[in-house]
């Protein structure tokens, strides 16, 4: 259990995600996903499950889909691509980590267009 994938998000058919740690990527062939350290988002233990250090087994019918964060893919030692001037950055807690932009500043500069403030939509929301 040397290369444990930590801090993965299960988005499970009409639940709220979960955190788990998983034993290796999922693949074609699977028919489900084992993984262990099951618990919630905020890290507590969800409340149909005795031990969070079992083994748990999800049949891939109950999941959405599985959400790997750069930061523990990069931990595990598996390959990450990650748009230009974006680097991943483990949490100082072991929680993950974030995506922070580059010094180069490439993607700043790609973000400029796209950011604009909706006047109208802000007047909404003070409105309420």
Same mark, same amino acid.
């Given at each position: 259990?040397?290369?444990?994938?930590?801090?993965?998000?299960? %988005?499970?058919?009409?639940?709220?995600?979960?955190?788990?740690?998983?034993?290796?990527?999922?693949?074609?062939?699977?028919?489900?996903?084992?993984?262990?350290?099951?618990?919630?988002?905020?890290?507590?233990?969800?409340?149909?499950?005795?031990?969070?250090?079992?083994?748990?087994?999800?049949?891939?019918? %109950?999941?959405?889909?599985?959400?790997?964060?750069?930061?523990?893919?990069?931990?595990?030692?598996?390959?990450?691509?990650?748009?230009?001037?974006?680097?991943?950055?483990? *949490?100082?807690? *072991?929680?993950?980590?974030?995506?922070?932009?580059?010094?180069?500043?490439?993607?700043?500069?790609?973000?400029? *267009?796209?950011? =604009?403030?909706? =006047?109208?939509?802000?007047?909404?929301?003070?409105?309420?």
């Amino acid at each position: 259990m040397s290369n444990v994938i930590r801090n993965v998000v299960l %988005h499970v058919n009409g639940e709220q995600p979960l955190l788990a740690d998983l034993y290796e990527l999922p693949s074609n062939s699977d028919v489900g996903l084992r993984c262990t350290n099951l618990r919630m988002m905020n890290g507590k233990r969800p409340v149909f499950v005795d031990d969070s250090a079992s083994v748990f087994f999800f049949a891939y019918l %109950h999941i959405r889909f599985v959400e790997i964060p750069p930061a523990a893919a990069a931990a595990a030692g598996l390959e990450v691509l990650l748009p230009a001037g974006v680097v991943a950055e483990s *949490g100082a807690n *072991g929680s993950g980590g974030e995506l922070i932009p580059a010094s180069t500043g490439v993607l700043d500069e790609s973000l400029d *267009g796209e950011l =604009e403030i909706d =006047e109208d939509f802000l007047r909404r929301i003070r409105e309420v």
